[in-house]
């Protein structure tokens, strides 16, 4: 599955964007769809994931300031960010994965199949 993210940009501290992941094919074989980051010289970090038609599952750093949301009629998944910190400067990924992770896994990038290319997010201080 291609998976397609956009909505990237620069922004100012307190600021908000909302990204996009959109499937060439339906998401309703993805059960487990997330978003992670990675900012330069850094590992890759786990932001959200959300499972079909489960609660979302955050990291402490995205709690309260982030929301994930999936339509499975656009194929698609969303990130809200509000709040923006120079901390969440970084290039995001959305992932997916066929496989309904237990919460506990859902933060290893090792567990996602099917990755998007990265949109770069700057905040600026």
């Known amino acids: 599955v291609q998976l397609q993210a956009s909505g990237g940009g620069l922004v100012q501290a307190g600021g908000s964007l909302r990204l996009s992941c959109v499937a060439a094919?339906?998401?309703?074989?993805?059960?487990?769809m997330a978003w992670f980051r990675q900012a330069p010289g850094k590992e890759r970090e786990f932001v959200a994931a959300i499972r079909r038609g489960q609660s979302p599952y955050y990291s402490y750093s995205a709690k309260g300031r982030f929301t994930i949301s999936r339509d499975n009629t656009k194929n698609a998944v969303y990130l809200q960010m509000n709040s923006l910190e120079s901390e969440d400067t970084a290039d995001y990924y959305c992932a997916g994965s066929r496989r309904n992770w237990i919460l506990s896994a859902l933060n290893d990038p090792q567990k996602y199949e099917f990755w998007g290319q990265g949109t770069q997010v700057t905040v600026s201080s």
């Open positions: 094919e339906s998401t309703n074989i993805l059960s487990s």
